[in-house]
């Protein structure tokens, strides 16, 4: 009760009002507000497109908005980024340690556009290696990492201010999955020790393990926020099952859908089901010989009800 | 409408990084930067100068030497404004990885001008050095060209920014060469005296900075007289300022959208 309140009484790292950006007469990101406490991880889950770089970006001072209101780490932005980016981490999207240098090298120079030097770093950068199970890599050049290592420099870089927030673009697109877990299990870490994170994601399974609390953002518009848990109970009946082997031409089976309290839903060639009793539909699919795949409803079903169309394309 | 730009000391760490690369790879950058204007001093100032004779009171090797002084900051600072940085904006996300940390568009536009400028001034340094050792050079009034060929640099270096700022690849940095940089070398005064143009040739070369660092560099390093240096050194610092001005908020533009 204590802590709560005294998180609660704590100003949000991050207060967006009615943002918005056009590119080109397009609104790509439109009317969105977000507002971030300090130590949680907050999530932003939509597909590609859905306008998720664009937001990190005017967070930090780097698009400039052409609506709405922005204060981050209590710095109006993009006025005062500089002093908000003194205090924040960043894993971009894409890749952009410096080829020119070596894994210590990297840190070091990047701590000096922090301003950071002299005897202090050498410890703190033998730490990030350490965290980022990189050490005996100090000398390694940069094109010899795997993509996994790659990351987990790009994640070690951003920790070199001790930030108070961090915010991570994609963390783990494009890796295998060991090298998911690693980041995931880091970025716990990180969450458990304070420090603030905010990460886009279009992994409903990284938003679900990751997240306390998410945005659905598609196409520039945020469609929901609230905890996973939550977001799943607003929205989804618990029990979904997935029809397999049925063809996108075929008319839904009339007997199902006809079902009181099932609801069926039809995206590309998967048939979706949603259900809160599902004994008598299992029954039923049983007795047709109907294959299915019964699962728990997840954040990939809230967002297929929102919008209509899949998470990923 | 230009926003003044307001670099901080930040700067200085954009310059630091580049210095720690070019450390790095020192040999061949050397090898390109300086040796090539040596050989061609050695090569042309007694190939040449054997034909041309002396020039006024001048053997033509110190003349061509006080001028490939000059045109070695000019291709120097200008590569790495160009080139060099435009692979560091566009292909390795350098910039872009500044803009993470607390570093503004202002200071890196700043710090990487700063540091063309000063490995043009390395370079025509390093030729400086040559060039006495080859008893080119008069007398100690030499070192006065060092300021004036670190600020040339710094004009050289905002100018080809604004290009860079521009460019959507390297072919595009050929138009500035062959439309903007062999014209004034040529007309520059580097290779050989400005008054075999026509008058009106002679009149436009002087509204480019070349022409006007020579005429401050080519004294201070042959022991002549200078002539009017106010007006040069104001020329030069007036493209320094409008190119550090234009392309600030040129990079601005490109890099925050
Ligand atoms: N600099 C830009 N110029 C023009 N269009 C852009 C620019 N940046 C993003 N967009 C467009 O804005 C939309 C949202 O992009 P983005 O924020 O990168 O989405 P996400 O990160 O969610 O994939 C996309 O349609 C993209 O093409
Ligand atoms: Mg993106």
Redesign the pocket.
């Known amino acids: 009760m204590q802590v709560e309140r005294s998180i609660a009484a704590a100003p949000p790292l991050v207060v967006a009002r009615g943002l918005g950006k056009s ?2 007469g ?1 609104r ?2 439109d009317g969105v507000d977000l507002m971030v406490h300090e130590g949680e991880c907050f999530g932003l889950l ?10 990190l ?1 005017m967070l930090l001072g780097l ?1 400039p908005p052409d609506a709405g209101e922005l204060r981050v780490l209590g710095e109006p932005i993009p006025a005062r980024a500089r002093r908000a980016r003194e205090q924040i981490g960043v894993v971009p ?1 894409f890749d952009s340690l410096d080829p020119d240098f070596t894994v210590r090298e990297n840190l070091v120079t990047y701590a000096s556009y922090f301003g950071l030097r002299g005897p202090g770093l050498a410890p703190r950068i033998a730490e990030l290696l350490a965290f980022a199970n990189l050490e005996g890599r100090e000398d390694t050049a940069i094109a010899a990492l795997s993509g996994g290592m790659k990351r987990r420099l790009t994640l070690a870089r951003a920790l070199i201010n001790r930030p108070r927030l961090v915010v991570l ?2 963390p783990t697109t494009g890796l295998d999955p060991q090298a998911r877990h690693y980041i995931w299990q880091r970025l716990r870490e990180l969450r458990d020790g304070g420090t603030t994170l905010i990460l ?1 994601t ?1 992994y409903m399974e990284e938003a679900e393990r990751l997240c306390d609390r998410l945005v659905i ?1 598609d196409a ?1 518009h945020i469609l929901a926020c609230d905890t996973p848990r939550a977001l799943i109970n607003a929205h989804i009946e618990p029990h979904v099952v997935e029809l397999i082997g049925t063809t996108g031409g075929d008319a839904p089976p009339p007997e199902l859908s006809a079902l009181p309290g099932v609801r069926l839903h039809r995206a590309g060639d998967l048939v979706l089901l949603y259900t809160a009793a599902p004994r008598l539909l299992l029954e039923r699919l049983d007795a047709a010989g109907q294959r299915y795949l019964h699962r728990p409803a997840n954040l990939e079903d809230v967002f297929l009800k929102l919008t209509g169309h899949e998470l990923r394309d | 409408m230009i926003v003044l730009p307001r670099p901080s000391l930040r700067c200085l760490a954009v310059w630091q990084r580049n210095l720690r690369v070019w450390r790095k790879i020192l040999l061949p950058s050397a090898l390109g930067n300086f040796g090539e204007p040596v050989l061609y001093l050695l090569a042309f100032g007694y190939g040449f100068g054997e034909l041309v004779g002396d020039l006024g009171q001048l053997p033509y090797v110190a003349f061509l030497a006080s001028g490939i002084v000059c045109s070695s900051t000019l291709f120097t600072a200008s590569f790495e404004a160009m080139y060099s940085a435009f692979t560091r904006m566009a292909n390795q996300q350098t910039w872009n990885s500044m803009l993470n940390a607390p570093l503004m568009v202002d200071d890196i536009v700043l710090g990487e001008v700063l540091w063309a400028a000063t490995k043009g001034l390395l370079n025509s340094s390093a030729i400086l050095i040559v060039a006495a050792a080859m008893g080119l050079v008069a007398d100690w009034r030499a070192l006065l060209a060092l300021p004036v060929l670190g600020l040339a640099g710094f004009a050289f270096a905002a100018c080809a920014m604004v290009v860079t700022a521009y460019a959507r690849s390297f072919d595009f940095f050929l138009y500035f060469f062959t439309l903007g940089l062999t014209p004034m070398l040529l007309t520059g005064g580097v290779f050989f005296p400005r008054e075999q143009f026509p008058e009106w040739v002679q009149q436009a070369a002087f509204l480019l900075p070349l022409p006007h660092v020579v005429e401050l560099v080519r004294p201070l390093l042959t022991g002549g007289s200078l002539h009017g240096p106010g007006l040069h050194l104001a020329v030069i610092l007036g493209y320094a300022v409008a190119g550090l001005l234009i392309s600030t908020a040129l990079v601005r533009r490109r890099m925050l ?1």
Do not use: I, S
């Open positions: 590119y080109g397009q790509v990101v939509g597909p590609n497109g859905a306008g998720k770089t664009t937001t970006r698009t999207q673009d994609e886009t279009h953002l520039g | 959208c």
